[in-house]
């Protein structure tokens, strides 16, 4: 190496600049989240913005200053609108500033998760902790943080696959299943579920759809029909996954019931929880989870209704060794010691995918720290009353209606003036639907419903106030009313 | 909701205070990394710290300032230590600080990186294509970010998967299959493939270990040998994986050689590059990965030698439609629109097992800005200087041995004075190990290599100093004479 490189390093030539830097980067982020609420929820990416994002890696420096001049130019401004008050998209949450400067500090450490004897492990283990006191779970079940509900799913279903297999599935894969391995789920459960069983080589098919009851919850008789179908037709059903809250409209399966009939039928109960999970600290919630704490295994998520900055969710399994029986390798040069840097009992890649793994254990310690359980209690528990009043909200107005129950924080509704056929209403919604993204008014998106298509609002937000959804109200019909002049118009 | 809690929220109560609190955080962020060199380079937790995280979850908020005085007194300073610049253990990156502000920025936006149209999802699309122009890959072929190696590996091995298989695995699951499908790489293949074998329900036996060269590359000859015999036996080869870099030592696989096996035997390249593959920005390292642009599939590792704060591992699959049908399910109500927030071509969740994704790329791109890739590949090349001069070192030291030739930034290596037996050998090093990192001097892991226990350090630190390995030399051989009197004395 030559003399000019060889005491080159990434760290900045003037850390003093870096310095500076870096509190212009905090001012901007501050301000940029105390005034959220003045912008438009969502704008689409100009394409001439969009053509920046063509260009090759560069070979040179910019230095840290030039590139987040670029950031501040052409990223910044265009945000998906999910730290907006008004966003109900989808299923997310906002994020929080400390959650955010957490996540530097997580990077500034930079360890890595996946074991050993440092302090950060110990911050998981402890907040993984928190979850299971939370839930109801015994302090010795077993428990990791994971990018968020659809790995918390899949590892969940990895754990039910390799427990009740009643072979050797790790060694011996699935080939030597001497029965077809059956799974159970309502037609309403997560997308990400069958993606779990697809991967885990258990196959789409094998995940039966049972269907819901008029609220979107589980008919547990036609679940009951399914399993008995199968078992006479030589199959070997492994495991029930109840869902505790749908995406679609916020169901929460009989937790206990389906409980009982896990615990009859020898099955494993996975709970997939991602998003009504974390409701247990709502006064106005809990008694409806009631029998999530007698699950074999829990999918939550953390960045939906605790708001902390993507990714955190969390998987809890009762049986602690079932768990590390389906990970644990431990290869030699990750062999565990009793003293040094290798030393500890906390090797959280026993027990996940990943063997890297990051410090996102430190943002949900400093946001559980910050606002305390009851705050995240209450926030959780205005959003499912400010649900129920957006759907007082549309039950007045007789130009709306209500498609679904309100379970949660999710409400399915439309503008309905009548007379118009489901194709109609179908493009009407639509149209309404992009507008209200579009002006930057609201951002809802949409579901269909026994057939009809609806806008649909998942409000886990923190930053929602009452007077948001008396203006999404009243911007619907007004847009609907518009729409309808115009289809008239050009009709 | 009564008037006190109507207007609560997660935001701060006071922004000018959160704006204080954040100066001081990168205050102290920035000069903890600028006197990193001058802090041992480890220190186990004490006892009464680690008490500290048994605590219950609060009910009530304690405040950001106090939790971030909580923080500076109880996690601060006991870093894992992978930051520091004589951290050579396992395989890490060190992280830098314009990364860490990018991932601070990334959690503010706080977007979904699953799809849609924002700026982030450009982001990610620009950075994959960054990697795919580095690796030689074809544009159109895709790829996308993910958590580490493991997750880059389960990736491509899922697509070899229901690529390879010959029947449908995703609907039918592999209950369903003919014959056993197998899957090659050398003994020094890294653990987490066997994982992923095992977790996509392949079963571990299937994972075919092939023997190795003395330079513990794959030995072709017994991987044909391998194939002929699995043939003749009746299962079906899907894939070989190949290593570029080995964790072990370094070690890379004739990637030329194994495209063109894989080509003629017809079955899926994959190679596993979480230590390697970025290699191919350093001169004395690009020569040796040839063969690397022909793979199917490869797994990378930003969070490694490119030194971005983890978790940022990157997979691409020549074949976009293959990666896209072993992942895409698009269900009605993630359906993509021309329109709007959920319009774009870019879901990555059609490509990955996560649907909630956060914007980790944005760090990859700040990072590659800042310093441009001739930089990074001059830091790589480098740690393999530094390998083979602290390789020269062991050398000239006539009581010092190397183990494993020094391919790229691993070296082997132990004290042997002459004399003692293994198992003597063994106990001395695992000692030497242990003070090393207790005496934060140095943190080096340790490897078993045919049998011989022995030092082991991963140079991927953009921070050590040739004097750094000159300390190491001198304090191994040091501690090495100290424990081998003490061993005579006590005998």
Redesign the interface.
Known sequence: ?NDE????????ED?DK??A???R???D??T???TVRERPV?Q??PDE??AR????????????D???Q??LE???P??????HPRFW??Y??????????A??????????L?G?????N??E??VV??MK??LGFPPDSSGLLV?????AN?VGL?VA?NTKAGFD?????????PQ??TVYASTEVH??N???V?????????LRNVAVNEDFTIDLRALEAALAADRAAGCRPICVIGSAGT??TGAVDDLNALADLCKREELWFHVDGAIGAVAVLAENVKPRLRGIERADSVAL?L?KWM?V???A?CVLVRQAEAHRRT?A?T????EH?S?????GHLWFSDYG???????RA??VW??????????FG??IA?NV?QAQYFGRLVEKEPDMELLAPISLDIVCFRFNPGGLDEKTLSALHKEI??QL??RGIA?P????LHGRYCL?IAIAN??S??DDFDALARDVVRLGRELVAQFHRSA
Chains 1, 2 share one sequence.
């Open positions: 190496m490189t060889r005491y080159e390093t990434l760290d900045p850390w870096m310095r830097l870096a509190h980067m905090v001012d982020a501050v940029y989240l105390e969502w689409p990416v913005v969009a994002f063509d260009a090759p890696a560069p070979e040179k420096p910019a230095g840290a030039a590139v987040y670029e950031f052409s990223i910044f265009y945000p998906m609108g999910n730290i998209a989808w997310m949450g906002n994020g929080t500033v400390f959650g955010a400067l996540d530097f500090m997580a990077a500034v450490m930079n360890p890595n996946g050993g004897n440092h302090v950060a110990l911050v283990a402890q902790g928190w006191a939370m990018s968020g509900g659809s790995m899949f990895a696959r599935v790790r060694e011996l894969g699935l080939r030597a299943a077809p391995l997308s990400c069958r993606k779990a697809e991967l885990l080589g258990l196959g789409g098919g094998s995406v679609n998520d960045h708001h900055p993507f990714e969710g990970f390798l290869p030699e040069y990750l010691e003293r040094g840097l290798a030393a995918l990943q063997l890297s793994r990051q410090f430190l943002k400093m946001s559980i720290k910050e606002h305390g359980l009851e705050r209450r926030m205005r009353e639907l992009m993204q579009e951002a998106s949409y579901t269909t649909r923190h930053r106030r009452q």
